[in-house]
Each structure stands twice: as structure tokens, then as C-alpha cells.
């Protein structure tokens, strides 16, 4: 009835404090059910196997309100349940606010099944509906072991908890969304029902097991031992499925020598523990008790030699029976987890440090102050070119004090321009340049650079869908969680709008959605070019997705028509990009076509008409693919804009075979992204150091991607051209940690082996605390064919590493920043130079693309004018996706 009134107030009263008579009477209550944690060993065993209890949005709840919900619910459960004293004990861990989550430590329950304990949990539920308390369901084996006292002679066990567990990172999602694995990754928590269940059940990967490994002691009998399996053995069987693992183990532990068996059951039994080893779900599971991957064959080889010497022939009777299956791994598993606690205490906490020292999880505590604020949270959500950058740059203009985080270095330029232009005094903050507007309140910068410290009334994250990208997304979540301003603006299409309430809902922020759609609709032309380019018209940009595609195009258009051509791709500055744009939107000249890559996308305000897709494959830096759909739309959606010559937009291919794919790609309804990216910050990779001292960069790199622990709706990006360029300086002697750190993220083609050559000596150079110089002489005028085209570019990536580490090391270290400054302007100038009059065949960089003359990469004559043009993959693509359909087709009838 107390309870019931305790109850009622909570409910309806839930901001008031407690009484001062309250507290002392719940402290005379509670205080010895605290040491109860220490002085009973049942609690460290809870602790160990038992489940978290996950408390969340109890924002209106004092700790010590929930203190005492817990305990009189225990004590009045207890009573009326089990009819005898209580021993439940829960541990809150709680704010001074808020409640993070309660864990059972003590139970007077005993839990048979995996369902006894869940239809607890939700007895919890049903009695407090109001305080969502989740549960975490754990294993049916380790159920059994929480019953087990004799384990707790182990001082060992108390310093790992397999409840943390979480689901590791070793793999990150590539471009196209599919899995790139750089170790098998696993979720601890899918658990099904009473019974644990790896991610797939089946064994995956785990390599082979040392099978070299024999067990000396084993003996074997040629002898048929027919009473083995005699009646007694076969309740001994019965019994043993049902024997708590730990007496097993202990039975074994204290058994003198094994018994005789017959040759074949041991040979089953090497086939049980071969299985064992290469079970995926067990290294799975072992992870739990932080059995790293790389460590668990060594440890199941010791327990297969461990078991041989030990074994009973009723143990081993009843694995035999059992055979080289599921049901046998998860039959040993426990028995191997007792074994592993006791044997290798210090293997355990050493992963287990590693482990917690490689802790991505959680990233939004990462910003305790932007944590602090209440934030109001905007996503502009909508397709290209449908006003959602230009309202929100309203805001920011109107604010006192704004950040503008651009995609590209070339869009904060763009972005610096116009404010200024309007009036409002801003600043550029690229990861080269440093330009200081005096009196300015307002930064356009790249969003790398976004600081997390300062404050301000208004940011603008532009391109928001960008935090899905393998590679750079961690940049865009950095921004997400850690800006400290009262208002933020998110633009971009909806793909990532799911996850961004996921966000806003663990950090508290606002969210507010706010809808757009295309100013006018674009429209696919259904005749093609039909294959010919003498049908680009004016205001056309063609759209080819490498540099060597690009320039064939141009020379292909202006050999056969009488238009001129402005062209943009990646690897150009962004001043090159800029004067290219210029060009192709005054309309007093001929530049009146573009041809250009998928930079194109993003950025750059273009009058275009007609976008048209000389192909719709790409090179992804393995193999030729598909264009993913949403570069299709964004790429598309450039044609037509606002207030441009152009407002209506048009869409079509070159090839007529391309355009279905073309249609289906701008059918196709925005995905909708399930993990965003992640990256650590130095701090956290300096920690993980710590406890792998002697190692590579790059190998720290590498363990700290399969090792690393991240929640559900994070990918930690990838950082394979980190890795490149920390091998690269690997020998460089007297780099600091940081300073190598630093070095891996400076923004160097790692394909081209001259930019790659002089970071080297940047870093070198700076190793011996030399002055850097840029070392690299200006080229004498624009490029008069493509090698020495490549060559200008290569020369304007160099002084851009340079600028770049000028901002991010000591000045004095790199004091020719200004004349660096200088040269890349020149540089810059002369490509546009040198583009306005290329008309030369494209080479291939060393290392880059496939030539074309590989006959593997798919490039096919065109009409004998030296252009070559991709085969239709997405014709082959389609062609595969019919017969596939076809088969299944086929198969499904077969199942009718
Ligand atoms: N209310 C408006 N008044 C005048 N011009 C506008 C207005 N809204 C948008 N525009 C113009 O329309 C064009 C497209 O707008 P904006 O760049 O904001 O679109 P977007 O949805 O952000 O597209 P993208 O994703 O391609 O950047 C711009 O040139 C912009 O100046």
C-alpha cells in the first residue's frame, strides 16, 4: 500500500524532492544492501553474466527517486514472489539529473531459462510502464554459470563484465555500401531467445586453427571399450546437457588423467575442437570475456590440450554423441570460458584495457559543452537545387555571429564571396588558407575545419548527407555533435534524416524538419545523343567520370562541332574550377559547353541546360561499377537553376542503352542511411597507443580499426590512404605521435608518386627540425601537353600539402607560406591557361586508372576519332540483374 502511495506521488509529483526523513529512513534501509555487493559472492557473479538493464528518458526522475522504486519493488517482489527475505540489488548510475540506466547486481531469483529472466524484466516494465526500461537478453550458457558459486574462488573474475560488450568495428561500409572487411564483426547482443546466436550462427573466418598442436598426453585404445556407452552413460549424457559448466570445468580441473577411449571418439573429438576453433559465433562470444580474435585459437588450442589430458569418457561420450556440430561448440563454450578466466587472467586484461581504450561508443558525450546547450536543430531536407542552401544561408546572414561548413574548399569561397559581397563581413577558414576579415562575426569554412570550441547563434552544415560517406563522414558527425550554437542548419537530401533524430534524440537537441522540393521538375530527354556527340548543344555539361574520359570528350566535341569546351574534374584547384565556371556561364564567348567528373555535384553555381552522362560506370579504384543512384540525382539535378539562363532542367545520356538506368536512378527514392561515420580524435588514438607501444603507426592504425567499439548507427570511416601515407613515413625517425597523425590527414594524392615524394621530405625535413622549403621550381609557362598538364597539377597538389601543414604545425617549421601561397596561384592561372587551349590525347598517371589499351577495362573504339567511351556496364549490369530475377523466377517455382 506504501508502495502503491509512493507510487502515486512519483507519478504525479515527480519533481519533488524526497524529505530529509525520507532519505535517512531509505539510507537506515538500504546502506547494508550495499555491502551485500561485497560481502555476498553471488553479486560479483551477477555482475559478471548478468544482463544491463537500460534506463532511458527518465529526464523527470531524481536518481534517488528511481533509488527507491528499485529497492521497494525488490523488497516488496521478493516478499510476495518468493516469500523469503530480499537480496535484490540494483546499481543506478545516474547524473545529478538524469538516469543513465540500473543494473541488477543481486537477485534472490533464480533464473532457469533465458524467458524467466526477460518475463522479469518486463514485470519491471509493466509495473512502471512509464520508465521505457529496455532489456538486453543474454546467453541460455552463461544463465547457468550466474547460478554457480565455486567460480568466484577466482579473483579474476571480477574485472571483466561481458554485459559491456559491444559490437566491434572491424568492418566499415564502402562507397557503394558494400562491407569492406577488415575483420569480422559481430554484435554481442543478438541473442535470441534463451539461445546465443552469432551474427550468422555459422563458423566464419576465424581462420585456420594451429592444428599442428597435439596433445602428448592423449591416450589412445585400440580395445573396444564396449561398456562405455552402457546404460548408466547414457543418463550421464542426459544429466550432462543439463550440468552447470562449471562443475564440469572444476571436474576436470581436479581429474588426475583422462579416460581410455576409442580411437575414433577421439578422433572425433580433434574434429569438435577443429570446429570449435574456426566457429565464427565462438570468437564471437569470446569476445565477451575479452578473448581478443587474434589470441582465441591460441586459447582454444590450450584448452583442447587442457580437455585431452582431462577429459572423463562420460564427457567425452556425450560430445561424441553430440559430433563436430553447433550443438557441441555450444556445449564446450562455457566450460572454455571458465578455463580461459582462470588461464590467461593477464591476456584478458590486457585485450580488455585495449579494448576500452579503443572506445568509440557513446560519441555524443564527446561534447559536454555542446551537450550543455539547448539546441535547435533545422534540416533543410530536399532534392538539388530546390532553395534548401539558400534559406539557410538567410539565417546565417541574419544571425550575429555564424558558421557556414562547406563540403568543398571551393564552396566556402564561393560561400566567403557572396556574404561579403552582400555586406556581411565574413572570414574563410580552409584547410589552406587563413583569411582573416577584420571585424567579421561570420567564418565560411571547409568542414574539417569547423571549431567545436567557439560559440555561435547560427551554423550551416551544408551537404549533411555527407556523414554517410566512408571516408570523410566522421567530419560531418564531428560538426553534428559538437557545435556549440544556438541554432543549426542542416542541408541536404534525406537519405540521413532517420539518423539525425536518432541524434538529436541521445543528445537532447530540437530537431525541426522542413520539406523542399524542386523549383521546377527535371525532365528526362528520352532521344539520347544517340551516341553522337555532334548532338551537344549549347549550355550541354557532359558529364564522364575520369580525367582521361573527360579529355577525349573535349577533343572529341570541338574536333566535330563547332562549340568550345570548359572543363572541371577533382584533381583541379579550386581557383582552376572556378575560372572553368566563369567561362562556361558568360555567355560572350564560345566556351558554351562543360565537360566535367563528378565534382561537378557539388559547389559550383552553374547555368547549365542539359546534364548528359557520357557513361553511367565509373572506376572506383578497383573496379569499373555502376554509378550509385544518388550521384545520378545529384549530378542530374544540376541542370536548370533559379534565376539562371537555364531554369527548366533537362537530363539525358549519350548512349540510347544507358538511359534506363539513367530513369531508374532518378525513380529511385533516396536511401535511407542506417550508420554514419566516425573517426577518433588524436586523444583517443594517443590512449590506444598506450597499450600497443611498439608498434607501427600504421599497424596501430590498423589494430585500432579491428579493436575499436562502436554503438549501432556509426561506421568508423576508412582510412587506407592514412595507412598508405603513415607507411610512407614510417621510416621518417623522430616524428612524434601527433606529428605523424597530423602528416597521415594533410590532403596528398597517395596515386601520385611526386606529391607522395615531397610530403616525404616535408616530413623528413621536419623530423630534424629543419626549416622546410618548398623546393620546387615554377613551371616556365601553361602546359603544352598532358604530361605536362599532369605535371602542373601535380606541382599545385605539392604547395597545397605544404599551405596545409603550414596551418597545422609550427609557422616557423614551414615559413614559405606566403611564397607558396604565390605559386599556387600562378600555378592555378596557368591551368586555366592550359585548359582553354588543350586539345592533346590524355595520358594515364602512373598508377591511376587502367589504361585503356588493358582490355579488361571495358573501353570500346568510337566511329575511328580516337575517342573511346566505356562498355555499357550498366548494361551488363541489367543483363545480370534479369537473369538473376530469372533464376529466381525460376527457383521459386520450383519451390510451388
Ligand atoms: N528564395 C529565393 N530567391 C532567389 N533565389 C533563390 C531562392 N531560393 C533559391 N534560390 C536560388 O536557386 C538556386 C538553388 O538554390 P540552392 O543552392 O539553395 O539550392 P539547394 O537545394 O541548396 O541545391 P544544392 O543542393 O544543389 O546546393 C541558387 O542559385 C539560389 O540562389
Known sequence: MLFLLFLHKLRYAPQNPLSLTSLLFFFFLFSPCLFLDHLFPTSFHFRCYCQHVEVTHLHTLAPIQLYWVFFLFGVIREFLMAGGPFTSLFRIYASRNNVHSARVLLSNQNFRSMNQFNNWVLEIHQFSPSFDVPCRQFSTSLVDIVHSHSTLKNPQFSIFNPADARPFSSSVDDEDGNRVKLNEKKSLDSVEDGVLEGVDGNSVGAGDANESCVCDSMVIEEKQTDDVEGGNNIVGKKNLAFRDPVDLYRELRTAEKNDNLKRSDWDTLQDIFSCFSKSGWAADQALGIYIGKSFFHTAVNRFRNFFFKKCSADLAMHLVSLGASDKAVRFLFPIFVEYCIEEFPDEIKRFRNMISSADLTKPHTWFPFARAMKRKIIYHCGPTNSGKTYNALQKFMEAKKGIYCSPLRLLAMEVFDKVNALGVYCSLYTGQEKKHVPFSNHIACTVEMVSTEELYDVAVIDEIQ????????????????????????????????????????????????????????????????????????????IVAFSRREIFEVKMAIEKQTNHRCCVIYGALPPETRRQQANLFNEQDNEYDVLVASDAVGMGLNLNIRRVVFNSLSKYNGDKIVPVPPSQVKQIAGRAGRRGSRYPDGLTTTLQLEDLDYLIDCLKQPFENVKKVGLFPFFEQVELFAGQLPDISFAHLLEKFGENCRLDGSYFLCRHDHIKKVANMLEKVQGLSLEDRFNFCFAPVNFRDPKAMYHLHRFAALYSIKVPVSIAMGMPKGSARNDAELQDLETKHQVLSVYLWLSQHFKKEIFPYKKKAEEMAIDIADLLGQSLIKACWKPESRQGGNPRPQQKEDGHERHKGDGYRRPNSLVKIYEKKRQEKELLQGHSQKVVV
Request: net charge negative.
Open 466 to 541: 555527407m556523414m554517410a560517406d566512408s571516408c570523410r563522414g566522421y567530419a560531418w558527425t564531428r560538426a553534428l555533435l559538437g557545435l556549440k550554437a544556438d541554432e543549426i542548419h542542416l542541408c541536404g537530401d534525406p537519405s540521413v534524416l532517420d539518423i539525425v533524430k536518432k541524434i538529436c534524440s541521445e543528445t537532447g537537441d530540437e530537431l525541426y524538419e522542413q520539406h523542399y522540393e524542386r523549383f521546377k521538375p527535371l525532365v528526362v530527354e528520352a532521344k539520347t545523343l544517340l551516341g553522337d556527340l555532334k548532338n551537344v548543344r549549347s549550355g550541354d555539361c
